[in-house]
């Protein structure tokens, strides 16, 4: 379920250019169908924690698969832009839910020695569920049109519903939890405002200046709220765990790097080199099967070494990709990008994957719901912030060939600033040793 929420997370990479002409909107609204969808799920993943103590395992699960049932019907039926983008908010809802649950669940029923192998396999599917979504959907484009993205998905949805309706196991207790409303107001409202002011820029700065101040506003009284309340929404005192909070830093930045890669990669190759939908998926696809792989192997590998070689490894194989990437023409050869895109991919699961890992070895089992509603939070706003910024990088040049290289060296910027943190944190770790 959590492959198919964050398949579905990115789907529409290859059709946003469709979707783009077919209902006549521009390339800064349409890229809301992705970017809102993980700004959502960065929203609505603070509240799973609570739910997770609030019901039971099998109560949660049946629940939210069923909201992402009802975004797919209304997605297969929407008729103008905004009932999409609506159907892909109740899509992210559910999906914001499922990935913090299938993480906690991971982590708490499996003993700590096993857990790099675990959240590897976790984050297999973290990461290849949203690097597939693309090659996905331009298959199904080639032959269909874009309502099948949604319509071929509905019947997986409700298998998998029905088989946990009779087989899920509940294999926790229901907790007295009371969840603060004011707290999810803060959050709901601040992320919102803080995300949505970078789309904004371009148009009215003065506007989304004043959003983006809103918003951390009430982002700052949502953290001190969190410091006063004896149940909060959010366990933000877990940050002071300094692995916690230096590993998720590396981990969203990976995740940045990833998303914001698979965002540009098709839009360029449509709109400049004229490839059509399945062909931008293919470029792609390489690079996911690598990167599900990769970040399998490297959880064992991190259980038996430790995660100091794989970090510097991938960061080094992203830099290596980049150089083709940073000097993109119509004339580029789709083998280079599709090859630069493979190691880039490659190297980031060799980053991801341990760093998933290590960020929880510090981290008590009671507390391991919050720990990862705060990982997964972070990571996946990031990765709004992300797409949006190399979205409106890329649209500002006349040229979208230019305007791709320019948002291809801030993930170049993301990468310098991840081996910092990852030098910090080993240097940290061996004081500690």
Request: glycine share 6%; proline share 4%; aromatic share 10%.
């Amino acid at each position: 379920m959590t492959f198919l929420t964050l398949a579905s997370q990115t789907m529409m990479v290859t059709a946003l250019p469709v979707i783009q002409k077919v209902m006549n909107v521009s390339l800064n609204n349409v890229q809301w169908l992705t970017t809102g969808y993980i700004l959502i799920i960065g929203i609505v993943t603070p509240l799973s924690s609570n739910l997770y103590d609030k019901y039971s395992n099998r109560q949660l699960f049946l629940v939210t698969t069923g909201i992402f049932i009802l975004g797919t019907i209304l997605g297969s039926l929407a008729t103008s832009f905004l009932t999409l983008l609506i159907a892909r908010i109740l899509q992210a809802c559910a999906g914001g839910i499922v990935m913090s649950f299938q993480m906690t669940t991971m982590v708490t029923i499996y003993p700590p020695e096993k857990r790099g192998t675990v959240l590897g396999l976790s984050g297999l599917v973290i990461a290849s569920g949203p690097a597939i979504g693309p090659t996905i959907s331009g298959i199904i484009l080639h032959f269909l049109n874009w309502r099948f993205l949604f319509i071929l998905v509905l019947p997986l949805v409700l298998l998998l519903w029905l088989i946990a309706f009779f087989y899920f196991p509940n294999y926790s207790q229901k907790k007295d939890v009371k969840i603060d409303i004011l707290s999810v107001f803060l959050s709901l409202v601040g992320a919102t405002l803080s995300l949505a002011s970078l789309t904004l820029y371009e148009q009215n700065y003065l506007l989304a200046g004043l959003m983006l101040i809103i918003g951390i506003f009430l982002l700052t009284i949502f953290y001190k709220r969190q410091l006063l309340l004896t149940q909060p929404v959010l366990k933000v005192q877990i940050l002071k765990v300094r692995s916690f909070s230096l590993l998720t830093v590396i981990g969203l930045l990976a995740f940045m790097v990833l998303i914001g890669t698979e965002q540009i990669i098709p839009i360029f190759v449509e709109n400049v080199q004229g490839l059509n939908s399945m062909q931008a998926g293919f470029i792609l696809l390489p690079g996911a099967v690598l990167n599900a792989l990769f970040a399998a192997l490297a959880g064992r590998y991190y259980d038996s070494h430790g995660p100091k070689h794989l970090l510097y490894m991938g960061v080094l194989l992203m830099l290596i990709a980049t150089i083709p990437l940073v000097s993109l023409t119509e004339t580029t050869p789709t083998w280079l990008i599709t090859s630069a895109y493979l190691v880039r991919m490659i190297g980031n699961s060799l980053v991801f994957a341990p760093a998933m890992s290590e960020a929880f070895k510090d981290i008590i089992l009671t507390d391991i719901s919050h720990a990862s509603a705060l990982n997964n939070t972070f990571r996946q706003v990031a990765a709004a912030v992300s797409t949006t910024i190399m979205i409106v990088i890329a649209d500002i040049p006349s040229s979208f060939t230019l305007g791709t290289r320019l948002s291809i060296w801030f993930t170049v910027v993301l990468l310098l600033l991840m081996l910092y943190i990852i030098k910090i944190y080993l240097k940290t770790a061996s004081q500690q040793n």
